[in-house]
């Protein structure tokens, strides 16, 4: 009798397993997750969900700006959610996909031990800094980074960039890629590029991306600058409130994006001097709270007293403690800096 129970028990989990194993089923368009037909994958298309992943990371309230019922909308997104595996999971668990977490190198080994090894896929990683601090020197050193091989700090993939200051050189792409051996005219095949002319055009280029992202590889998504156009548009305190929404709105896709396809995320911000403050540094990043909260790791650059020297310091992180260190600014790209460099007296 205690036989039958256990072969009954086995058979019944085996069961069980089958049925997950069925639930756990590998979508790859959108018109394979259960309760999509064409007509709905075509106003999920038009919304900017062009991929199942992308669509994991959808709230029923998006899906039912095209007429998709509630109900309905949260069917679709928890089967596109089941396909990559968004469940509750034990802490430990947690550690063994954390271990799987890649970064992404700088250039400089300083600002990597700052950032206990480079950049992490699956978060945002903003650096703000006062005009001229190296922060587009920065992401197009990333943009040739992330196509080294992981052996050499890289992530083999391509980059996806959008330039909203017309800052984006690609002279320096080539200078950079020749500094680390690569070929100049494949790098630059490898950057996917857009220049976004407002604030509504750069949220739409985000919002119609995943397909780019997934079809071309891309491990690095670069926003340069994030609140340029939102500074520049949304002037006032009555319109404030407005544009800190979208920003919001703006971010939550970017990590969306950044979670689903495991890319490095970076952003760029403007800073604000507030006349208010008498002692210390009264420079502050441009967007608030909003930027703030949903920015994991912040990294403020300044320049030094002089010369190509920049000052890098940890403002923020979830787990790393706030640290300085100090990198250059060549023809090459971003360098570490000499001892005599080192040793040199830094700014404010």
Do not use: W
């Not at 469940?87 to 947690?94: C, G, P, Q």
């Not at 630059?188 to 280029?205: C, G, P, R």
Request: contains cysteine; glycine residues 8%; aromatic residues 6%.
């Amino acid at each position: 009798m205690l036989d039958e129970d256990i072969e009954s028990g086995e058979s019944e989990s085996s069961e069980k397993a089958k049925d997950a194993s069925v639930s756990r089923k590998k979508y790859e368009l959108l018109e394979d997750v259960p309760g999509i037909g064409s007509a709905t994958s075509e106003k999920l298309r038009e919304l900017g969900f062009h991929t199942v992943e992308s669509l994991a990371m959808a709230t029923a309230r998006e899906l039912e700006a095209v007429g998709i019922s509630e109900k309905k909308a949260l069917e679709i997104i928890g089967a596109a959610r089941s396909n990559i595996g968004v469940s509750f999971i034990r802490a430990d668990e947690l550690l063994k996909i954390r271990h799987k977490v890649s970064r992404l190198t700088t250039g400089s080994k300083a600002l990597d031990r700052i950032l206990n090894g480079g950049l992490e896929t699956q978060t945002i990683t903003e650096f703000y800094g006062q005009y001229g601090s190296g922060k587009s020197q920065l992401c197009h050193q990333l943009c040739v980074n992330v196509q080294l091989p992981k052996d050499r700090g890289g992530l083999d993939g391509a980059a996806l960039y959008v330039d909203t200051e017309n800052t984006f050189r690609l002279e320096r792409i080539v200078q950079m890629s020749k500094h680390l051996g690569l070929d100049h005219e494949k790098v630059a095949k490898n950057i996917i590029y857009a220049e976004a002319y407002t604030s509504d055009h750069q949220m739409f280029l985000l919002e119609n991306a995943d397909e780019v992202i997934k079809t071309n590889d891309v491990k690095l998504i670069v926003l340069d600058s994030l609140t340029a156009h939102f500074r520049s548009e949304y002037v006032g305190r009555e319109m404030l409130v407005a544009r800190q929404q979208r920003l919001n709105k703006h971010m939550h896709k970017l990590i969306g994006l950044a979670r689903a396809f495991n890319t490095v995320a970076v952003v760029t911000n403007q800073v604000m001097a507030k006349p208010g403050v008498f002692f210390g540094d009264a420079v502050h990043p441009v967007g608030g709270h909003v930027v703030g909260h949903t920015s994991h790791t912040r990294v403020y650059l300044r320049r030094a007293s002089q010369g190509p020297v920049r000052i890098a310091r940890l403002v923020s992180s979830p787990y790393l403690p706030e640290g300085e260190e100090i990198l250059k600014i060549t023809e090459n790209g971003i360098e570490d800096t000499s001892v005599d460099e080192r040793n040199k007296p830094r700014g404010r």
